[in-house]
């Protein structure tokens, strides 16, 4: 299952262009989405999921191009997560996901095996006679990504899946969905790039509804290598004269002082050493070059 | 069928239904027992506005819609149906409760008491549910329609209420005539086997199978 995205345009009624020309390819597994707020990756994610007609451009889901008349077979294949969703409220955790499996074709008895399984999996078990409105945050995201799962989609969209979720929850779904991305195409769109760092190989960085960088998570490191630089000041008007002068990614107060993480491509006219790149510098080092 | 009650129904719209036909039925003043028509209908047909303007349109509201976009479209319009039914059959008990209240708070003189050709009580009463039952669907259908058309219960609610208040008047009567969706509310209550009110009822009947009709369009569309 891949997906290939070719000079997609998306303009809004009021003139807004929320992507631009942009060319990308999904291959299978876990592919994460990173993009600052207002970068165009939830229109993407809904012209995907055949919400939204692009303006301009192709879309192709394994040789079926995104056209009305496919929407039926494209959208047999998808399944959905957006990032703010509200499920039926007076109905219990059970009720709500057989609901939408009935709603999407699934047959009983299949329909049910797939609940139990997947409310194992996110420990939502004890949890599935309580009402949805009686749910943490963290729980309806759960419960969202099993409904999103519910019809075993070959291509899985889901925006911000970790959103409201401690720790231990979001290593729970990041370990499933790694498990379902298995022969499946996972695409998933986050601000949390531990998230990333710890399920994708491969990822795109969005901004302004352009692609900055398509490729895998080692190449995107290696392009922040040695770009990366730590260094400690001793008071906080330093620190501020650095920030003015430098991108920094990171500010924490040591014993001897400030620890700054400093993003530069030449190294910074004061005592520091090259740093250990991580995803989020060069994620922070990318957008901001 | 129980989890679409579940959602068609919350508690706090059964109450404010409710409360509604309590309260109609205690300040809505009539002598007449062939008088509770009169009054029941256009209460009711109000209460169908906006009980049933959520009906598909919580769904956009609460952003489900953007994953049943994904279902299959047969399966969703008969959720919609389904929801629609229920609701409508709510409503229609809730009529007929109505008209008991009417009786029971209000002590109107009974057809029996009259000189005859008035018709008996028991037929009065079936055919005011009856009608009552096409100004139901009449008003539901309506608001959903619009409400769906909008993607907005607000409008749903609106465009009914504007209708009801120019169809609702004299203005309708003089006007409309018996093709006045409110036909029923301006007959002749004293001739009971004045049937003229039917067209009106039929307009609303064309209307809702048009409404019907048009549903998986309008889903497609703006859903």
Excluded at chain 2, 101 to 119: A, D, E, R
Aim: aromatic share 10%; proline share 4%; glycine share 8%.
């Amino acid at each position: 299952m891949s997906i290939q995205i070719n000079d997609l345009t998306v303009t809004f009624k009021n003139k807004v262009t929320a992507i631009d020309h942009a060319n990308l390819e999904i291959p299978s597994g876990i592919f994460g989405l990173l993009g600052e707020n207002g970068a165009g990756k939830t229109t993407l994610m809904r012209v995907l999921t055949t919400i939204l007609a692009p303006t301009s451009g192709t879309v192709m889901l394994d040789g079926i191009q995104y056209h009305e008349k496919n929407y039926a077979k494209i959208q047999k294949r998808i399944g959905y997560l957006p990032q703010e969703i509200d499920l039926y409220p007076n109905l219990t955790v059970q009720e709500c996901l057989e609901y939408l499996g009935d709603l999407a074709g699934i047959p009983k008895p299949l329909c049910k095996e797939r609940i139990q399984y997947y409310l194992e999996k996110t420990s939502l078990t004890e949890h599935r006679r309580k009402k949805m409105r009686q749910l943490s945050g963290g729980m309806k995201r759960r419960v969202g990504l099993i409904q999103a799962l519910l019809s075993e989609p070959a291509f899985l969209i889901i925006d911000e899946p970790t959103t409201g979720l401690d720790p231990e929850e979001r290593i729970r779904i990041r370990n499933l969905l790694v498990d379902f991305s298995e022969n499946r195409t996972v695409l998933f769109s986050t601000h949390v790039v531990e998230d990333l760092a710890a399920t994708c190989n491969q990822l795109a960085v969005m901004k302004k509804g352009h692609f900055l960088y398509a490729g895998s998570v080692q190449e995107l490191l290696d392009h922040a290598d040695g770009c990366v630089w730590d260094c400690m000041v001793k008071d906080p008007a330093e620190a501020r004269s650095l920030e003015q002068k430098y991108r920094v990614s990171s500010k924490q107060y040591a014993e001897g002082g400030i620890q700054m993480r400093i993003l530069s491509r030449l190294k910074p006219k004061i005592p520091c050493r090259p740093a250990h790149v991580t995803l989020e510098d060069a994620y922070i080092y990318l957008t901001n070059e | 069928m129980r989890k679409e009650i579940k959602i068609a129904l919350p508690l706090s719209k059964i109450i404010y239904a409710l409360f509604f036909i309590v309260i109609m039925s205690l300040i809505c003043g009539i002598s007449v027992s062939y008088e509770i028509g009169s009054k029941l209908e256009p209460a009711m047909a109000i209460l169908a506005a906006a009980f049933c303007a959520d009906t598909y349109v919580q769904e956009v509201t609460s952003r489900r819609s953007e994953i049943e976009r994904l279902y299959p479209m047969k399966k969703r319009i008969c959720s919609v149906g389904t929801r629609l039914l229920i609701q409508e059959l709510f409503l229609l008990l809730l009529a007929a409760a109505g008209y008991g209240l009417f009786l029971l708070f209000q002590k109107p003189i009974l057809l029996s008491v009259l000189p005859t050709g008035n018709g008996d009580e028991i037929t009065q009463f079936f055919v005011c549910l009856a009608a009552v039952a096409v100004t139901l669907c009449f008003w539901g259908i309506l608001s959903n329609t619009l409400a769906c058309l909008f993607r907005s219960l607000w409008f749903g609610f609106g465009g009914c209420l504007l209708l009801w208040l120019i169809t609702n008047s004299t203005f309708g009567d003089r006007h409309l005539g018996s093709w006045n969706i409110f036909s029923y509310t301006f007959r002749d209550a004293e001739n009971s086997g004045d049937f003229s009110w039917l067209a009106g009822k039929g307009v609303c009947i064309v209307f809702c199978i048009a409404a019907c009709a048009i549903l998986p369009k309008l889903l497609k569309r703006r859903g």
